[in-house]
């Protein structure tokens, strides 16, 4: 089975991130190693280093990923890619420090600009993270996203074609996110719908690179490029596809991560929630 967690607020230390998803009963988790909204994070104590490792050693949290800078956009112009690339190198050697298995990262954005043009600016720096961070080994994974703006990867077959460009380079994954891919359109929310996904994921992908998912339900309608987050069940997606998942043997020992909100029944009852879909599936 899947790795059930949930964003988890690093708020007070990153080892009280590890606290606060054990009291959760994750078995995974998501975090922001530092301030998302900014460009340069401060550089990690060897005390907070080790707290961070030693509390997750002694948890039960299973698997751990990063959630890059939003501010991140390899597929911008020139000054905004020079800080990205700095930006997400910065981040994987965070990663690295602290036994982080992955980074998450947006792909990026056309703004107004050739979508072709601004793939081949996020292969070319995706190419330099990678060659440059090569002794850190740790995993990139594209997350799926729902459109809008000229934003890259609204489709399984679009990062497909940015990892063919790269050679299928071993360091490079994906988070599927299901409440992007339907906003980018995709029918999600049955029982075909769910297995036609997982086709795709095969078929263009490799199930062995669909190393996280994010979950959570949509207020916006399939097709609408809205990725407003809404608790499981709460939202035009309903509990189907969520229930499949998180019993998907094909997914064992993979993380999905819960982004709901933290208002209402939270994290826990969202949890709790999926805790009995994924017994009754």
């Known amino acids: 089975m899947s790795l059930l967690g949930a964003h988890i607020s690093a708020a007070g230390g ?3 991130a590890i606290e ?5 009963g994750c078995e995974a988790m998501q975090v922001f190693t530092r301030n998302p909204l900014q460009w340069h994070g401060r550089n990690l104590s060897d005390a907070e280093t080790e707290a961070f490792r030693r509390a997750l050693l002694s948890s039960g ?16 112009g020139d000054d905004v890619r020079g800080k990205s690339v700095s930006a997400l190198k910065a981040e994987m050697e965070r990663c690295y420090q602290l036994g982080i298995d992955a980074v998450v990262l947006h792909p990026g954005s056309a703004k107004e600009g050739d979508p072709a043009v601004a793939r081949g600016r996020l292969s070319d720096s995706l190419r330099r993270v ?7 080994g740790v995993p990139i994974l594209l997350e799926t996203m729902a459109g809008g703006g000229g934003t890259l990867g609204v489709s399984v077959e679009e990062l497909a074609r940015v990892i063919e460009t790269l050679e299928w380079e071993t360091r490079l994954g994906l988070c599927a996110d299901l409440c992007h891919l339907f906003g980018a359109g995709l029918d999600v929310a049955t029982e075909c719908g769910y297995e036609r996904l997982v086709s795709s994921l095969s078929k263009h992908i490799g199930l062995d ?3 996280c998912w994010h979950i959570s339900d949509n207020k916006g309608t399939r097709g609408s490029g809205i990725d407003r987050h809404a608790h499981i069940g709460a939202g035009e997606i309903g509990t189907t596809p969520f229930g499949m998942l998180v019993s998907d043997d094909r997914f064992a020992d993979t993380p999905v991560i819960l982004e709901t909100p933290k208002d209402g029944i939270g994290d826990e009852g969202n949890l709790a929630l999926l805790r009995k879909l994924r017994g009754s599936w």
Request: with cysteine; net charge neutral; glycine share 2%.
């Open 61 to 76: 949290v299973k698997s751990v990923v990063s959630h890059a800078s939003y501010l991140i956009n390899l597929a911008g």
């Open 14 to 16: 990153l080892h009280k």
């Open 130 to 136: 990678l060659d440059e961070t090569d002794s850190c």
């Open 209 to 211: 690179r669909v190393c």
């Open 20 to 24: 606060r998803a054990e009291s959760l």
